[in-house]
């Protein structure tokens, strides 16, 4: 898939910085519940974002980052909470303690393949919550009853409200670690990483340590993760382990396949996705009992199947990938070309693709 | 722009004393976001999907007890429009769901919301917003704390209280105790741990054994094994229903007779006693406060024929077996009395303020003798159980319904 035009890339951010700010003239529209559910939007593209790092690109499949989102927000509650440290200072911690599990977990992994990999990190993402509970670990963690924390405060007073500056808050975050993750993918390294997802074999036979790129890139997922986790935690306030279940590691999951994998944008995408149609599943049955006459009451999950299903089978590169093949479609009709045009399609598409699809 | 002559001057200043005229003829109706002249919009979260998913039952029946209330005319007139969403038992989604009710749907208060933790979620975010969180289906005792969260308030007997009821009991009627306790490990379990310690006083030395489990184990017979070892002859059961059950049967299969005494959560004659095998339960000592349907002492009562004919008429998917159903109508009867008693005055404050000022209400399916009570100080609304003691398949209820101070 070719590179997101710059243009557009720029008009996005002058939007994403500027809405927010129309919440005085627009309160209804621009409300502080819609600057929460963005924020939530963001972090789960985060999160899908560092999945996506290692299984994307790096082609290790995990079930299981829902686990490292747990280990980022707990390390950034038990350090606001016991350490009172200030909550832009967690991310750096979470975002090292993360790596550091990632990691840890990688050295092992690097022994396991496909169906095995998965069920292993399935396995870790069903021990996280019960650790969390742990009788011995309960003074740290708070146990079941979870640790309930302050939302950021607005700084230097300014005149934001807290979910205005939480917004921008994960705002930054997300524009920072998306820029990191495109340098790292367009560097040697990326491609290294690449080439062990597409010819294992080939790529250690050219000389590439798959080992270190491995355990590196598991580390890196997970410190990606991990930072949405605290980057969750703030914006929640509250952190249990009953949040971090087994669906929050398909819900990544989801969210990656459905953006579509091996594609940056497609993470955005995908983390956007969820957070919208999980909140619209409710809505939508109710829509389709009441408005499309349907007989029985379908439970929001059911919609939710059925979206997934269908749109598995209408894109299944993922969404990314469905607009790309869409456009490409437009694009190759020779009949109708617009004149004032710039020659800018027929240059884009023999673009040698920086980030290649499944 | 238009320069304001004499006739647009005129139109405006008579539309806004039109405008403002018409506020002061309604100046006694006083509302509140969620209330208006028509209808009244009630938030409400339950899990009906996920591991906790049985309890959305309760969910349903609310939805069904408020259907029948606009049947018959609503509140006052107004229509109840109970808006209930999904949280699956996860917190982070409570706080999602919370936050769309209150800032997006704008209701004017929640009610029922279920789940000590889900609660908690949300805890500090609704008393910042000053929106009342009415009747909660928890019963832990943190609820109960009007000093510090005055926009929060329980509903049943606390658990905190309830231990304390049993310790007492238990020292008054059982020689040279020497206590096991099986707990589960979270906020619940603690909740009557703690309070059956206090309930101890220096006593607490009797407690032998104390082992705890998690909901995700699959059996508890290991706790159980360990607990007879220590040479107890109390037993007291913290447990849900599940649980209880498998300990009870063990207990029995172990050849093992305490004095058992089973928190209230698990009183169920459909869901505990019965699984775990009638034989195995007699003299099961526990504290009820609402009738259990499967009670035959009750089927003549008037407030067990009346439910029983509402359940078949309004909410015929319900089991008539279930206690938590008796829980819903219970529940959802306090809050209709509440907000009748708020008049055409629903500003938030006044629903907190009605609803912490009942005095010895008689909810139907609470057990003769207890009432709601609740006032300023006194968050909690049902603060009373009457002991039973099961024989044959059934509870009999003896002594006198127990008040307790409220905390």
Known sequence: MPRFPRKWLIVLIVLAVVIPLLRPVLPDTVSDYRLFLVSTMMIAAIAVLGLNLLTGFNGQISLGHGAFYAVGAYTAAILMDQANMPYWATLPAAAVVCFIVGYLFGLPALKLEGHYLALATFALALAVPQILKYKWLEGLTGGVQGIVLSKPEVPFGLPLTEDQWLYYYCFVVLVFLYWAAHNILNSRSGRAMMAIRDYHIAADTMGIDTALYKTVTFGISAAYTGIAGALSASAIAFVAPDSFNIFLSIKFLIGLVVGGIGSLTGSIVGGIFYVLVDNSAQALSTFAKNDLGLQFDLSAYTVFGILLIVLMFLMPTGIVGGIYALWRSLHRGPAIVDPHAAPAPAKSASQPATERSH | ?407
Not at chain 2, 41 to 59: E, F, L, M, R
Not at chain 2, 82 to 103: A, H, M, W
Not at chain 2, 373 to 394: H, N
Request: aromatic letters at 10%.
């Open chain 2, 1 to 407: 722009m238009k320069k304001t002559n004499r006739r647009t001057f005129v139109a405006g200043a008579s539309a806004a004393a039109l405008l403002t005229g018409k506020g002061v003829a309604f100046a006694q109706k006083k509302y509140d976001d969620g209330a208006s002249d028509t209808e009244i919009k009630i938030g409400h979260t339950n899990p009906y999907s996920g591991p906790a998913s049985s309890y959305g039952v309760i969910g349903k029946t609310i939805a069904n007890y408020w259907k029948s209330v606009n049947e018959a005319g609503g509140v006052n007139g107004r229509k109840i429009n109970f808006i209930s969403l999904d949280d699956g038992y996860n917190p982070s989604k409570t706080v999602e769901c919370v936050r769309q009710l209150v800032e997006q749907d704008k209701v004017l208060c929640t009610f029922n919301t279920l789940g000590t933790p889900c609660n908690t979620a949300i805890h500090k975010y609704m008393n910042q917003k000053k929106v009342p969180m009415l009747f909660v289906a928890t019963g832990a005792s943190k609820w109960g704390n009007p000093k510090e969260f005055p926009w929060t308030m329980g509903y049943q007997p606390d658990y905190h209280t309830e231990g304390v009821i049993y310790a007492k009991h238990l020292l008054a009627n059982v020689k040279d105790p020497k206590i096991a306790v099986l707990m589960q490990n979270d906020d619940y379990g603690k909740d009557y741990w703690n309070g059956f310690k206090e309930g101890l006083g220096k006593d607490a030395d009797k407690v032998v054994k104390h082992v705890t489990y998690e909901t995700t184990d699959p059996t508890v017979e290991s706790q159980v094994i360990q607990l007879k070892d220590s040479g107890a002859n109390v037993f007291f059961n913290i447990a849900i229903p599940k649980f209880a059950a498998q300990a009870m049967r063990k207990a029995g299969d172990l050849g093992w007779k305490p004095t058992i005494y089973l928190n209230n959560v698990s009183s169920s004659v459909a869901n505990t006693m019965k699984p775990s095998g009638f034989e195995n339960v007699q003299g099961v000592l526990t504290a009820q406060y609402l009738m259990d349907p499967t009670d035959k002492q009750w089927a003549d009562h008037p407030d067990m024929k009346a439910w029983v004919a509402w359940m078949k008429k309004s909410n015929p998917g319900g089991s008539l077996d279930d206690a938590s159903n008796v829980f819903a109508y219970s529940v959802s009867f306090l809050m209709h009395k509440t907000l009748e008693k708020c008049g055409d005055n629903l500003t938030r404050e006044n629903l907190m303020r009605q609803a912490a000022n009942h005095q010895k209400l008689k909810v139907p399916l609470c057990l003769p003798g207890i009432t709601v009570s609740t006032s300023p100080t006194d968050y909690y609304p049902i603060q009373a159980v009457q002991l039973a003691r099961f024989k044959g398949e059934t509870w009999e209820l003896f002594g006198d319904v127990m008040h307790a101070e409220s905390s």
